[in-house]
Nanobody
Framework: QVQLAESGGGSVQAGGSLRLSCAAS???????????MGWFRQAPGKEREGVAA???????TYADSVKGRFTISKNNAKNSLYLQMNSLKPEDTAMYYC?????????????????WGQGTQVTVSS
């Protein structure tokens, strides 16, 4: 069984920063480095969208809306994924989910990911 647990969400004012974390446990722990990982978000009434992803070599990709503001990173020794979010905007308000995949292609497409966390809420006020 694979478990992903996000943390670090909260409420901030526009221009502020938050750092999200995602801890992996269970079956995935022994082979964490072989998974590509991603952050997704879903605002009320909207589709879940890809925000950032990182592959097994450390290559990253970002949605245009967050480029230059968000940074994804991965610590294989700690089985953890992070999302540093700076210069936050009200439109970044959403539930943020981490996801893991192994047999597809890394990127911002939801169907490439096999495992999902429960999400952490980020609210940015103007």
């Amino acid at each position: 069984q694979v478990q992903l647990a996000e943390s670090g969400g909260g409420s901030v004012q526009a221009g502020g920063s938050l750092r999200l974390s995602c801890a992996a446990s269970g079956y995935m722990s022994s082979s964490y480095s072989s998974y590509y990982m991603g952050w997704f978000r879903q605002a009320p009434g909207k589709e879940r969208e890809g925000v950032a992803a990182i592959d097994t070599t450390g290559s990253t990709t970002y949605a245009d809306s967050v480029k230059g503001r968000f940074t994804i990173s991965k610590n294989n020794a700690k089985n953890s994924l992070y999302l540093q979010m700076n210069s936050l905007k009200p439109e970044d308000t959403a539930m943020y989910y981490c996801a893991a995949g192994r047999y597809g292609r890394y990127g911002l497409r939801r169907y490439e990911y096999n495992y999902w966390g429960q999400g952490t809420q980020v609210t940015v006020s103007s």
